[in-house]
């Protein structure tokens, strides 16, 4: 028996991350101590935003000239990219509201933001190929054997699980670089397509975050949100759903 994957399984991206981000703590969105401090408050949510802002400029401008292919790829793809950035501008807007209503409430309530946007890029994935690790008669890396089944990676598969591993990389990177879950999250680069394994560089589809955010504000735990949201049974990710749907079946 062969069971093939494209990257490893969610539950151990999800292990990684548990690894990663124990005694890492959420990271408080707004401080705003009294009425007094409001104003002080509000003046920061500027300077975040602009921090926001300058983050998802230098990422556009980084990704743009990595889309390739022929004609009507290159389009594709460029589209895409203006697509994410707008989602990205649209993002910092959101997080300059949120933060000014937080202030005004003396930093607390259903609108605080949660995370700070953060400058951070992962280290490029591993080429499995390049492991050493033993090789089946597919040509493929063998990552474990034992008698009668190995798990078998497939590095140029593509597909909604594929989109979920680039995404979850970024954020456990992000946490092991030694920054806070509630801010990788919030960073992560939004997809700009429906179908992120064939984006020119790992993202996180936009409803990720606003999922994660809307159950870290109720109450929900870190790690316990980012399993929900990222590897539950309504995966935020597109296609991944609709892939473990059809391995059930």
């Known amino acids: 028996m062969i069971l093939l994957f494209s990257r490893p399984p969610p539950g151990m991206l999800a292990a990684a991350i548990l690894v990663a981000v124990?005694?890492?703590?959420?990271?408080?969105?707004?401080?705003?101590a009294a009425p007094t401090a409001a104003r002080a408050c509000i003046k920061a949510c500027k300077s975040t935003r602009g921090t926001c802002l300058r983050i998802a400029k230098s990422r556009n401008a980084a990704v743009a000239p990595a889309c390739s292919g022929d004609?009507?790829?290159?389009r594709t793809c460029v589209a895409g990219v203006r697509h994410a950035f707008k989602s990205a501008r649209t993002a910092c807007r959101t997080l300059l509201a949120d933060c000014r209503a937080c202030c005004r409430a003396g930093g607390q309530g259903p609108r605080c933001p949660v995370?700070?946007?953060i400058d951070f890029?992962?280290?490029a994935p591993q080429d499995l190929t390049q492991l050493g690790l033993p090789t089946a008669a597919s040509g493929r890396p063998i990552v474990i054997a034992i008698p009668g089944a190995q798990l078998e990676v497939d590095p140029a598969r593509k597909d909604g699980l594929t989109g979920l591993g680039a995404c979850a990389h970024w954020i456990t990177e992000c946490v092991a670089g030694g920054h806070a879950l509630d801010?990788?999250?919030?960073?992560?680069?939004?997809?700009?397509?429906?179908?992120?394994w064939e984006e020119p560089a790992a993202c996180?589809?936009?409803p990720c975050f606003a999922r994660y955010q809307e159950m870290r504000r109720a109450g929900t735990e870190?790690?316990?949100?980012f399993d929900a949201v990222y590897f539950g049974t309504d995966s935020c990710m597109p296609g991944v759903t609709d892939l473990l749907r059809k391995g059930r079946q």
């Not at 124990?22 to 705003?32: D, H, K, L, Y």
């Not at 004609?71 to 290159?74: F, G, L, S, Y």
């Not at 992560?188 to 179908?195: E, I, L």
């Not at 870190?222 to 949100?225: D, I, K, M, R, T």
């Open 204 to 206: 996180c589809a936009p």
């Open 115 to 117: 995370g700070q946007p």
């Open 222 to 225: 870190a790690v316990a949100a």
């Open 121 to 123: 890029t992962p280290p």
């Open 71 to 74: 004609r009507q790829a290159h």
């Open 183 to 196: 801010d990788c999250a919030r960073s992560a680069p939004p997809c700009g397509t429906a179908t992120p």
């Open 22 to 32: 124990a005694g890492a703590g959420a990271s408080a969105g707004v401080t705003a």
